[in-house]
């Protein structure tokens, strides 16, 4: 069974910054072998990708947060990161975590607001 916890949402001030973390409870799967992305949600919209790092390490951002956002992963503690930086009212919504395109954790609620 496998399992994603995110964390690390928060309400922050336009300009600030944020470091989303996600766990995975992930010992039936082989992680190292998976890409891992991070979705947005905003409210009243479609969860869509901001991030994505391929198991080979290639990454692709969103066009509204390439500059500012960075994925990351740790293969040996099978976390997955987005540091979110210079964030702006538009980055507000619930994050999400995936692995594999397959696997999804419940989400955490990112409110960038003044």
């Known amino acids: 069974q496998v399992q994603l916890v995110e964390s690390g949402g928060g309400l922050v001030q336009p300009g600030g910054s944020l470091r989303l973390s996600c766990s995975c409870a992930c010992s039936t799967i082989p992680f190292h072998d998976y890409g891992v992305e991070w979705f947005r949600r905003a409210p009243g919209m479609q969860r869509k990708s901001v991030a994505r790092?391929?198991?080979?390490?290639?990454?692709t951002y969103a066009d509204s947060v390439k500059g500012r956002f960075t994925i990351s992963r740790d293969n040996t503690r099978t976390m997955v990161y987005l540091e979110m930086n210079a964030l702006r009212p538009e980055d507000t919504g619930v994050y999400y975590c995936?692995?594999?395109?397959?696997?999804w954790g419940q989400g955490t609620p990112v409110t960038v607001s003044s």
């Open positions: 790092l391929s198991n080979a390490g290639t990454v």
């Open positions: 995936n692995v594999g395109a397959w696997y």
